[in-house]
């Protein structure tokens, strides 16, 4: 049997947004993956360091609804079930031992790809999967692995200059964030006052 190929898209979805969603599906598209899921990070311990992220449930409940039933997309809770700092080796190494046979793709937008040598075990990830990079807008494309490490996909995906920091903002301070989140995360915030204070 030809094993499954699952794209995995690693964030802290505070809250999850178009660019998010367009970055699944076009790298879905480009790459022929079976799947592209959203893995909602338990504790992102790069920016929980730095201010006050909103509980992995809700971070969760938000993902679930901006995927809705769009066919090859998914919402993985794995990071929330393992619980602690979210580390994307450990993941990774627990997905293979829990679906063998699959064969894993690590998207990363360019500002995150320029900090993977930040990352825990950093060095294992390209064992354990294939990394793919995307642009972002305002983002130079900086990927600093290993030298002799293997060229990383790259996938041209709509440039859409959204962001979750400028969401947060613009739900403070009283602005729309219609259109750049899909409505049912739209209605979320609105109806639980999400984002209201920093
Ligand atoms: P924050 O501003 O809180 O950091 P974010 O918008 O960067 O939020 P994350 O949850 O940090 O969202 O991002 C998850 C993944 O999606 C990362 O790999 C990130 O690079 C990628 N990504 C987020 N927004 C975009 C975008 N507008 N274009 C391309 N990739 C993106
Ligand atoms: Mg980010």
């Known amino acids: 049997m030809p094993s499954r190929r699952v794209g995995l898209l690693g964030g802290t979805f505070d809250p999850p947004h178009s660019a ?3 970055v699944a599906v076009e790298v879905r598209e ?17 920016k929980s360091a730095l201010r ?4 992995a449930g809700t971070r969760l409940r938000l993902a679930r609804s901006a995927v809705g039933d769009v066919p090859g997309l998914s919402v993985s809770d794995v990071e929330v079930r393992h619980g ?21 793709f690590l998207i990363l937008g360019a500002d995150a790809a320029a900090r993977i040598d930040t990352w825990h075990d950093a060095d294992d990830l390209l064992d354990l999967c294939t990394l793919v990079v995307v642009d972002r807008p305002g983002t130079p494309l ?21 962001s979750s ?17 899909p409505d049912a995360v739209a209605g979320m915030i609105a109806a639980e006052g999400l984002y209201l204070r920093d």
């Open 52 to 55: 006050r992220v909103t509980p």
């Open 20 to 22: 998010h969603l367009v």
């Open 142 to 162: 900086r990927l600093p692995l290993p030298s002799g490490s293997p060229s990383p996909e790259r996938v041209a995906v709509t440039p859409l200059d959204i």
């Open 30 to 46: 480009a790459l022929g993956l079976d799947e592209v899921r959203l893995v909602v990070a338990n504790d992102p311990w790069q």
């Open 165 to 181: 920091t400028d969401l947060r903002r613009r739900a403070r301070t009283g602005r729309s964030v219609r259109f750049l989140v």
């Open 84 to 104: 602690g700092p979210s580390y994307t080796a450990r993941t990774l190494r627990s997905l293979h031992r829990s679906e063998p046979g699959t064969e894993w």
